[in-house]
């Protein structure tokens, strides 16, 4: 399972860790109190629903890892 790293950075499966600003983590989750939107750093994306992160598409792995 992917790993959510306080307060703003996020770890794949994979090995890839992905860095953040806080504030910009913030304003995400209030955007997705309705809807999804995701967040990408290089070729991996986190995708935030209902406030909270909750996977990271990897392009190495092919698949979604639901962060933990």
Known sequence: MATELYPSSYRCDCGEELYFFESTVEEMKKMSKNKRVHLGEG???VVFYKEE??????PKLKKCKIID
Do not use: G, N, Q, R
């Open 43 to 45: 070729k991996h994306t």
């Open 53 to 58: 992160a909750i996977e990271i598409i990897c």
